[in-house]
Structure formats: structure tokens, C-alpha cells
């Protein structure tokens, strides 16, 4: 199979939580709509999400109406097995990328999202287990069967993703981590360098730290709340999420943030980041909030 390049939306959408919402499969559907109408198209799932719930849940939804598959790129994972009514002979949470876990797990998503093939497959989290001839055998197998058009890792080093690249004949696309101002490791310890050199897209999951940039007390979060609210009056936003988003996306590295709200007036905003520019100055005000320090 030609492998053709993989274009993300600007904006990838997250359905961990879909599990975690009181939603019929009508306001399922209703929420895929809402982000295909605002050019979010790729939508970002893993197997284990939700208690294994969540695949389910949009695969309902998605075929009520099918026809909405070819609008949108499926993204999932695999890696983790979790002690659950799906796993019973799982008695302790552990990795698994060995060749027959990834290919059952695709195969167990597949029926799940009620779909015949993932756009994306990625590795979940790294496994100090990981056999990268066994994950390569697995990938060759997916793709020459169609169920998998491209692979890429989350929350890899760039060690642990060029391994994965040497025995892999596939082009990895990209490494899912954790970008956000309350969290910049990745800034700082080669990963979105690595992205950069080797012109891999990023996709940035907690984007807002998890809440804790909104609702903490601690002092990184305190100044990290008035400095965003500042810039946000400085440059018009309409609140310090979009601030977030735009600083995320000042990145060089050009990350693709992932939204994980239900709520389709939070997304438009999110959305409405691309419209910000953060000039130096206010994108390192940031930077020394969270740091609690100047530059060096």
C-alpha cells in the first residue's frame, strides 16, 4: 500500500471522557457534528479510555450516521492493559507491545468504533518491554491489511522513538505528549526539537494542565492564572484558555492541541485560538510564570 501524507486538523479532538458524560448516542453524534463543522477532523481515541467505554460510545453514535466516517480521521491507541471486566486474566495494570496485543487491540477498536480502518495507530506510553521487531512485524501486518494507514508513538523520547523508526519501514507521523504551560518538559528535554528536526507534527494532550491552571492554589498556578489573564486583555481574548491555546501554538514545532470538552461553545473558542498572536514578550511572560524565574 503507497502511503500518502497524513494532514491532522489544526485542533485534534479528544474523547476520553465521552464515558464520563451523561449523553445519549443523539448528543454524541450532535458533539462529532459540532467538531467536523468547526474543521476539527481528527478525532483522538485509545483503546482503554473510559474503561474500554469510549470507542463504544462513538461507534454508536458514528453509526447513526456512517456516511460522517469519510469527513473524519479516527486516531487510536494501544499499550496498556488494565485490570477490567474486559481483561480477565489482567490482575495488575502493565504495557503490552508485544505483536498480538497491538493486533488484537486494533481489531477489538475496529468493532468498537464501528469502522474498517484507524487513520492513525499509536503507542500508547513506552515500554521498557518493547520489542521494536515485534511492534514493526505487527504495523507491516495492519498496514498490507488495510486496517491501519499510519503509525506514530505518545509520549515517546526521541531515543525511544528513533528505536521504534530503525525497524519500523513505515514513517513514523508523530508523538503524542504533554504540552502545556504548567508542564513545558517537553520544550526543555529534546522532544519537540526532535519533532522539529525530523518535521513530525506533535499532538498535545492537557493542553490547560488538567485544571489545575483554573483552579489550583498552589504559586505556579496563582501567577500562571494572572499573567494568562493579563495577556488575555492585552490581546483580546475572550478568556485565558484561548491564551493557552495560542501559546501552544506559537510553538515552532507546530503542535496540534487536543480538546477534551463536550461543550460545543468551549470548542468554538478553543478554535478561535488560530486567530491570536502572542508577540515575545507576552509568550515568555508566560514561560516565567510557570518557571518562577527569568530566562537564563
Same mark, same amino acid.
Given at each position: 500500500?503507497?502511503?500518502? @501524507?497524513?494532514?491532522?486538523?489544526? $485542533?485534534?479532538? !479528544? $474523547?476520553?471522557?465521552?464515558?464520563? +458524560?451523561?449523553?445519549?448516542?443523539?448528543? +454524541?453524534?450532535?458533539?462529532?457534528?459540532?467538531? =467536523?463543522?468547526?474543521?476539527?477532523? #481528527?478525532?483522538?481515541?485509545?483503546?482503554?479510555?473510559?474503561?474500554?467505554?469510549?470507542?463504544?460510545?462513538? *461507534?454508536?453514535?458514528?453509526?447513526?450516521?456512517? @456516511?460522517?466516517?469519510?469527513?473524519?480521521?479516527?486516531?487510536?491507541?494501544? !499499550?496498556?492493559?488494565?485490570?477490567?471486566?474486559?481483561?480477565?486474566?489482567?490482575?495488575?495494570?502493565?504495557?503490552?507491545?508485544?505483536?498480538?496485543?497491538?493486533?488484537? #487491540?486494533?481489531?477489538?477498536?475496529? &468493532? +468498537?468504533?464501528?469502522?474498517?480502518?484507524?487513520?492513525?495507530?499509536?503507542?500508547?506510553?513506552?515500554?521498557?518491554?518493547?520489542?521494536?521487531?515485534?511492534?514493526?512485524?505487527?504495523? *507491516?501486518?495492519?498496514?498490507?491489511? !488495510?486496517?491501519?494507514?499510519?503509525?506514530?508513538?505518545?509520549? $515517546?523520547?526521541?531515543?525511544?522513538?528513533?528505536?521504534?523508526?530503525?525497524?519500523?519501514?513505515?514513517?513514523?507521523?508523530?508523538?503524542?505528549?504533554?504540552? #502545556?504551560?504548567?508542564?513545558?518538559?517537553?520544550?526543555?528535554?529534546?522532544?519537540?526539537?526532535?519533532?522539529?528536526?525530523?518535521?513530525?507534527?506533535?499532538?498535545?494532550?492537557?493542553?490547560?494542565?488538567?485544571?489545575?491552571?483554573?483552579?489550583?492554589?498552589?504559586?505556579?498556578?496563582?501567577? =500562571?492564572?494572572?499573567? =494568562?489573564?493579563?495577556?488575555?486583555?492585552?490581546?483580546?481574548?475572550?478568556?485565558?484558555?484561548?491564551?493557552?491555546?495560542?501559546?501552544?501554538?506559537?510553538?515552532?514545532?507546530?503542535?496540534?492541541?487536543?480538546?477534551? #470538552? !463536550?461543550?460545543?461553545?468551549?470548542?468554538?473558542?478553543?478554535?478561535?485560538?488560530?486567530? =491570536?498572536?502572542?508577540?515575545?514578550?507576552?509568550?515568555?511572560?508566560?514561560?516565567?510564570?510557570? &518557571?518562577?524565574?527569568?530566562?537564563?
Amino acid at each position: 500500500m503507497q502511503e500518502t @501524507a497524513l494532514q491532522l486538523s489544526q $485542533f485534534i479532538a !479528544g $474523547f476520553w471522557r465521552t464515558a464520563d +458524560r451523561n449523553t445519549n448516542t443523539q448528543q +454524541r453524534l450532535a458533539l462529532i457534528q459540532g467538531y =467536523l463543522d468547526l474543521g476539527v477532523y #481528527s478525532m483522538d481515541h485509545a483503546d482503554i479510555y473510559g474503561g474500554y467505554q469510549c470507542e463504544q460510545l462513538f *461507534g454508536e453514535a458514528l453509526a447513526l450516521a456512517p @456516511a460522517l466516517r469519510d469527513k473524519m480521521q479516527i486516531i487510536s491507541k494501544c !499499550g496498556i492493559r488494565l485490570v477490567n471486566d474486559h481483561n480477565p486474566d489482567v490482575y495488575l495494570n502493565h504495557y503490552d507491545t508485544t505483536s498480538e496485543h497491538i493486533i488484537a #487491540s486494533v481489531e477489538n477498536s475496529l &468493532t +468498537r468504533l464501528k469502522t474498517d480502518y484507524l487513520d492513525l495507530l499509536l503507542i500508547h506510553r513506552p515500554d521498557p518491554l518493547m520489542d521494536a521487531n515485534a511492534v514493526a512485524h505487527a504495523f *507491516g501486518q495492519l498496514q498490507q491489511q !488495510g486496517k491501519v494507514l499510519h503509525f506514530g508513538v505518545s509520549n $515517546f523520547t526521541p531515543q525511544q522513538f528513533d528505536l521504534l523508526q530503525s525497524r519500523v519501514e513505515q514513517k513514523l507521523v508523530c508523538n503524542q505528549v504533554e504540552i #502545556s504551560p504548567s508542564n513545558m518538559s517537553a520544550l526543555h528535554d529534546g522532544t519537540l526539537d526532535h519533532c522539529q528536526q525530523h518535521k513530525l507534527k506533535p499532538m498535545a494532550w492537557s493542553c490547560l494542565g488538567g485544571g489545575d491552571i483554573f483552579n489550583a492554589t498552589d504559586p505556579k498556578s496563582i501567577r =500562571l492564572r494572572s499573567t =494568562l489573564a493579563s495577556i488575555a486583555d492585552e490581546v483580546g481574548a475572550e478568556n485565558i484558555s484561548q491564551v493557552i491555546y495560542a501559546w501552544v501554538l506559537a510553538l515552532p514545532s507546530k503542535p496540534h492541541p487536543i480538546i477534551g #470538552s !463536550g461543550n460545543i461553545e468551549r470548542i468554538r473558542s478553543a478554535v478561535k485560538a488560530t486567530e =491570536l498572536r502572542l508577540t515575545r514578550q507576552q509568550w515568555f511572560s508566560i514561560w516565567q510564570a510557570s &518557571t518562577g524565574h527569568g530566562v537564563p
